[in-house]
């Protein structure tokens, strides 16, 4: 916690520094509340004591909003208030009940102009959390780019754009077998493309059983705008969504110790955000089609 950004806060005279400032203020948060919203200019740096945030980003002037990121215990967010006067780039809002430590951009220059040793572990801890960040950015970077590449080379064929995904999101987690399901609105779902999984055998019912679920109550769990992901024993479980939030297709990943890290987590999340019109597009298409078979069947009888 406040040790990754100190170094060690047991020490006497980092004790005394940090009393003498007043520097570390506590703020209770519920579950809910935004800290800040994207432009407020506001000062404060927070370090996370207990609970979790997400990171927000809007992306119409309705308020629609989309989650960059979420960050418990021990992180650190809005520490560009402390070096540009610029507004807040993002909101952040309480997952859950939080406790949270807060610093002034003020009492933090007092502490750089008086205590270069403790300011120095500080910004030392700190820039280094920002470079793994900056790290995982450019990767997310890279990988939407490739996603965004294939579906406009593959969008008029949903097996192939299928196929080419779930490669990409098998390389991204390193999991063992990956579906792509269509969902449909009648019950008739269907595999569109699988790696590992015989498609002919595959009954996510009987999958799911051992941890009390089934397929349909897997699918509902989608119906909720802010599910877009679930974690279910050994799968991970990813929502196609158009953007009114209507469910047309799943991503089924397996792991076989059932590991899957919160940074790869949230970039599937992100590939499989930017599926839903593809397939929604698809999906309508083949009924078209189907009308229009079925319409010259009956006017050939």
Do not use: W
Request: proline content about 1%; some cysteine; overall charge negative.
């Amino acid at each position: 916690m406040l040790e990754n950004l100190f170094g060690n806060i047991n020490d006497p005279s980092v004790q005394k520094v940090l009393r003498s400032l007043d520097m570390i203020q506590d703020a209770e948060v519920k579950a809910g509340e935004y800290i800040f919203r994207e432009g407020d200019k506001s000062t404060e740096f927070y370090i996370i004591g207990l609970g979790a945030v997400e990171i927000l980003k809007k992306l119409d002037e309705e308020g629609k909003e989309k989650v960059l990121d979420t960050l418990g215990s021990g992180n650190f967010f809005g520490e560009g208030a402390i070096f540009t006067d610029t507004p807040r780039s993002a909101s952040v809002r309480a997952l859950s009940n939080c406790r949270l430590f807060k610093i002034d951009k003020r009492q933090f220059f007092e502490l750089l102009k008086n205590n270069n040793d403790i300011a120095v572990t500080f910004l030392s801890n700190m820039l280094s959390v920002v470079n793994q960040r900056l790290h995982h950015a450019n990767r997310e970077l890279v990988v939407l780019y490739e996603v965004s590449r294939i579906i406009a080379e593959e969008a008029k064929n949903l097996p192939e754009l299928a196929s080419k995904i779930l490669y990409q999101l098998v390389g991204i987690t390193s999991d063992e077998k990956a579906a792509f399901l269509l969902i449909d609105e009648v019950g008739k779902d269907r595999v569109v493309a699988e790696i590992g999984f015989n498609s002919k055998e595959i009954n996510f019912d009987e999958f799911f059983e051992p941890y009390d679920e089934n397929f349909e109550g897997v699918k509902n769990a989608f119906k909720d705008e802010k599910t877009h992901s679930k974690v279910i024993g050994k799968y991970l479980i990813l929502g196609i969504k158009n953007l009114e939030g209507k469910l047309s297709g799943l991503i089924v990943l397996f792991d076989k110790e059932g590991e899957f890290k919160e940074d790869d987590i949230r970039l599937s999340v992100s590939i499989s955000e930017q599926l839903g019109h593809v397939v929604e597009n698809f999906a309508g298409k083949e009924a078209a089609e189907g009308k229009d078979k079925l319409n010259k069947e009956f006017l050939s009888f």
